[in-house]
C-alpha cells in the first residue's frame, strides 16, 4: 500500500476512534458511569450470568482487575457475585434487576446513536462490513 494511502487511512481511522471517544464520554455521563464500568455491564451481552473467568476474558482484563470492577458493581448494586452450584471454586456474577434496566437502557442508546449515522450512509452497508471485518482481523493478527 503506497504512503499517501495508508497517510489516509491513519488519518480515518483516527477521527473515527475520537468519535467513538467521544460517543463513549457521552454515555459515560448520561449513565454516570466509567466507560470500564459500562464495557463489562455490556459483556453480559447473550447472558445475565456469567463466570468470573469468561467475564475477564472476554474483556481481556487480568482476574485482580476484574475482581476490584465487579467489587465496584455490587457496591452499586447493579451486580450480585455468588459460586456455582456444583463447584464452589467457580465464581459468577449475575446482572441485578437494576443491572439489567440500566444495560438495556445503554444498549438503546447506543442503538439509536448508531441508527442515525447509519442513515447517513448512503450505500447499503455491505463494502463497510467487509471492509471493517478485514481492519478486525488485522488487529487480531496484530495482537497474537
Do not use: C, Q, W
Not at 4 to 9: A, D, G, P, V, W
Not at 111 to 132: C, Q, R
Request: charged content about 30%; proline content about 1%.
Amino acid at each position: 500500500m503506497n504512503k499517501s494511502l495508508n497517510k489516509e487511512i491513519r488519518a480515518l481511522m483516527d477521527t473515527v476512534m475520537k468519535d467513538m471517544y467521544l460517543l463513549d464520554k457521552e454515555i459515560e455521563t448520561t449513565f454516570g458511569l466509567t466507560s470500564a464500568r459500562i464495557f463489562t455491564l455490556l459483556a453480559f451481552n447473550t447472558s445475565e450470568i456469567m463466570k468470573m473467568k469468561e467475564l475477564s476474558n472476554s474483556l481481556s482484563l487480568t482476574s485482580s482487575t476484574m475482581t476490584r470492577m465487579i467489587d465496584n458493581l455490587v457496591k452499586e448494586g447493579l451486580v450480585e457475585r455468588g459460586h456455582e452450584p456444583r463447584d464452589r471454586r467457580l465464581v459468577i456474577v449475575k446482572l441485578t434487576n437494576e443491572g439489567k434496566k440500566l444495560t438495556d437502557n445503554i444498549k438503546v442508546y447506543k442503538e439509536k446513536y448508531f441508527k442515525s449515522v447509519m442513515e447517513n450512509v448512503e450505500s447499503d452497508g455491505k463494502e463497510m462490513a467487509s471492509s471493517l471485518k478485514i481492519l478486525i482481523s488485522a488487529f487480531e493478527r496484530f495482537k497474537s
